[in-house]
């Protein structure tokens, strides 16, 4: 039994780290970043000063289609990387390089990107783990906002206490 219950937290904890992508990617946390030039360069023909300000608009990145296949489709199978079937230019089948940045990139990635990942993978198995989860209306718009980060306004669900596996089984 105590196999069982390893095996299904596994299999929840795999499922919970491909969800959590494709839902980061679709609907951005943080959708802009800002970027500073140390030096002057030249990008595409488009030559820019030291210290312009860049603003990288990271929700497009996560919905463009040069990046993604089907971007609006919710496919948390695409970040399994036996089976990652989002882009098919040459055969490749791998997330493009900068395409996904769910805590940002590069040298300026957050640093507290694996606590966050710790504590909201906790927080998915505790609450999936003890309740079914359902959308009170499954056609009602999702009520958002932008300020400098998303805030979700109002999303009704339904907790459902599931039935103690291990008492149910005696």
């Not at 463009?64 to 399994?80: A, G, I, M, V, Y």
């Not at 805590?103 to 998915?124: E, Q, S, Y």
Request: overall charge positive.
């Amino acid at each position: 039994m105590v196999y069982y219950c390893y095996y299904y937290y596994l299999l929840i904890s795999i499922a919970n780290k491909t969800k959590t992508k494709i839902v980061a990617r679709i609907k951005t946390t943080i959708p802009l970043i800002t970027r500073m030039a140390e030096n002057a360069d030249e990008i595409n023909g488009h030559k820019f000063e030291g210290s312009t300000q860049f603003f990288i608009y990271i929700q497009e990145i996560h919905i463009n289609k040069s990046h993604w296949k089907e971007p609006e489709k919710f496919d948390p199978e695409r970040f399994l990387s036996s089976t990652n079937n989002n882009n098919n230019k040459d055969g490749v089948n791998e997330i493009k390089k900068n395409s996904f940045l769910m805590f940002g990139g590069g040298v300026r990635v957050c640093p507290g990107r694996n606590l966050a990942m710790v504590g909201l993978k906790t927080l998915m198995v505790l609450l999936f783990g003890k309740y079914d989860v359902e959308l009170v209306d499954n056609s009602a718009p999702l009520k958002n906002h932008y300020t400098s980060t998303s805030h979700c306004d109002e999303l009704k669900v339904k907790l459902v206490k599931k039935k103690d596996l291990l008492t149910s089984a005696n």
